[in-house]
């Protein structure tokens, strides 16, 4: 079985978020199933410099933005076809906003000419080799899919779009047809037309074959007014066509046993190391390294929909329980500002980093005992996968992918021993206040903590399962199209 997929990013070359994990992810995991799998991605230049010497160079027929070429090869483990455009991709920094942080006024076209190449790969192939399936990420990818249905001289591979962040949906003005070279017959509301502007991910959710998500819970939070942002009238029509299917993550670089960036190394079956991490932790953010009470952490952008302004409101009692809070993250000015402050006002119980740091991601994971996901919505996280990995138990909103993930420990999973973490609802500071409340008393139990840490570290976070759902997707879809 052979598929394209196509994306706007793809670890390790270019992330902002959980998209490129998962594209990043998938042709490994899908590979043992008999499914080989070709990422189609923008020469941004991280990639340019990541392809080897010996990629071949194809030339292109003329796309939006101009005239482009296409370079194939592997790199990093994966097979990739990059779309050469310097005037569309040479850009360093966020590969969707500008220096002055809008978005770049000619993502239509940007995004238009991946979507477009798509397409014509998927039709008539490239170098003998053509796809069986085009897996379409996120609203870049979308109007590939109106694309495969416009007037082909033969039938065009099924396609499947995963909506990875509704809140994304790639709007523009009605007048970036004309550049796209878009059929004015569709624009209406059964077709890619949302609210008098053209829109991606609109495109791709009517035009594909099936469409997919990161969660069972988030598939049917999207077919409701509260989560869907408008799209939910034309995801509830297709609801028969809709699936469901969890993230994993790489449990290899997402280990332990031997992650080169923690302090020192710990098991499920034996997690002693596990307070060495702590320590370092506490060293790093300065704060007290005294266990009267949990260290919490966050490892997130900071905005709104991550719920973190509800966090900063419940901190004094959190605080107040003997707890203390690591957090490493950037986002909304205002929230990086009041962390700041709350880091000033409280010294020894709260240390905050403002950006990236991968390896200090590692090592909060490894010396917290806790990890804080608040999120108002969450197509899946991956946070709190990392958290279960590494025994650092979740506290988590119950929505979306938190709610698949994470065994809420209630009276009935704790007789039962199946407990990972602690969920509350509704997503408000009272909630969160008593299930951080919750951990607390856990903490203070030993036992209760050391065996609901075990469980965690156990917990299945990989990719095997969703692997095997994605392939079965793609194998109906193949099927009904013969």
């Keep these: ?99 002055d942080g809008r978005d770049w006024p000619d993502n239509h076209l940007r ?52 909506i990875h962040n509704i809140a994304f949906q790639g709007l523009f003005p ?9 059929p004015e017959a569709g624009f209406h509301p059964d077709g890619f037309e949302f ?46 066509a809709l699936s469901g299917i969890l993230n994993g993550i790489d449990v290899e670089a997402w280990n332990p046993e031997s992650d080169p960036h923690i302090a020192s190394r710990y098991s499920a079956a034996n997690p002693a190391g596990k307070a060495g991490n702590r320590v370092a932790l506490a060293r790093r953010l300065a704060l007290h ?21 509800l966090l900063l409101e419940v901190l004094p009692r959190l605080l107040a329980r003997g707890a203390s809070l690591a957090l490493l993250g950037s986002g909304d000015p205002d929230l990086e500002s009041a962390f700041r402050a709350a880091a000033d006002d409280h010294p ?47 506290v988590v909103a119950r929505t979306g992918g938190l709610a698949d993930t994470v065994i809420d420990a209630n009276e009935a999973a704790l007789r039962a021993g199946v407990a990972t973490g602690f969920q509350f609802s509704p997503v408000a500071a009272a909630p969160l206040a008593d299930a951080l409340d919750r951990a607390c008393d856990a903490f203070a139990d030993e036992t209760l903590w050391s065996g609901m840490v075990r469980r965690a570290m156990r917990h299945p976070v990989g990719w095997e399962a969703s692997a095997e759902a994605y392939a079965g997707v793609y194998s109906e879809l193949i099927e009904s199209a013969a």
């Design 1 to 99: 079985m052979k598929v394209l997929s196509v994306a706007s990013e793809c670890v390790p070359f270019m992330k902002t978020g959980g998209l490129a994990d998962v594209v990043g992810a998938l042709p490994g995991a899908l590979a043992p199933l008999g499914v080989g799998v070709r990422v189609l991605v923008p020469g941004y230049p991280s990639m340019m410099a990541a392809l080897p010497e010996d990629a071949e160079v194809h030339a292109l027929a003329r796309l939006p933005g101009g005239k482009a070429r296409l370079v194939t090869g592997r790199a990093a483990g994966i097979d990739v076809m990059v779309l050469d455009s310097p005037r569309l991709f040479d850009r360093s920094g966020n590969p969707y906003l500008g220096p």
């Design 111 to 162: 995004f238009g000419a991946l979507c477009r190449l798509a397409a014509r790969i998927a039709v008539d192939g490239l170098g003998g080799w053509q796809p069986d399936l085009v897996h379409l990420h996120d609203w870049q990818a979308g109007l590939a899919a109106l694309w495969l249905k416009l007037g082909r001289r033969r039938p065009a591979p099924p396609s499947l779009l995963t």
């Design 174 to 182: 009605r007048g970036a047809m004309t550049s796209l070279g878009l």
């Design 195 to 240: 609210f008098g502007q053209l829109g991606f991910l609109k495109a791709g959710l009517v035009y594909a074959d099936r469409i997919s998500t990161v969660s069972p819970t988030y598939a049917r939070e999207l077919m409701s007014p509260e989560f869907g942002m408008g799209l939910h009238g034309v995801i509830d029509s297709r609801r028969g």
């Design 289 to 309: 390294p005294a266990r009267e009470g949990p260290l919490f952490c966050v490892v997130s952008r900071l905005t709104r929909q991550k719920g973190l302004d």
């Design 348 to 394: 020894g119980r709260v240390g905050v980093v403002i950006g990236w740091d991968e390896s200090l991601s590692h090592l909060m994971q490894a010396g917290a005992d806790a990890i804080v996901v608040p999120s108002r919505f969450e197509p899946c996280g991956l946070t709190q996968l990392f958290g279960l990995r590494y025994g650092t138990l979740p």
